[in-house]
């Protein structure tokens, strides 16, 4: 399994529960989510996560 990393605060995106507060459904891949998604934990951008095997 591939999970996303943030890289500013360490919360880490796990497309299997998705991010159901902010209209992630669970299932949902890192590289399908919208642009302007933000981290849920400190409001990074998307593009400060990273992936981790």
Same mark, same amino acid.
């Given at each position: 399994m591939?999970?996303?990393?943030?890289?500013?605060?360490?919360?880490?995106?796990?497309?299997?529960?998705?991010d159901?507060?902010?209209? !992630?459904?669970?299932?949902?891949a890192f590289?399908?989510?919208?642009?302007?998604w933000?981290?849920p934990?400190?409001?990074?951008?998307?593009?400060k996560? !990273?992936?981790?095997d």
């Open positions: 591939t999970y996303w990393k943030c890289r500013v605060c360490g919360y880490v995106y796990n497309p299997e529960t998705g159901e507060k902010n209209g !992630i459904k669970p299932g949902t590289e399908d989510i919208p642009e302007d933000v981290c934990k400190c409001g990074a951008s998307k593009s996560f !990273i992936k981790v």
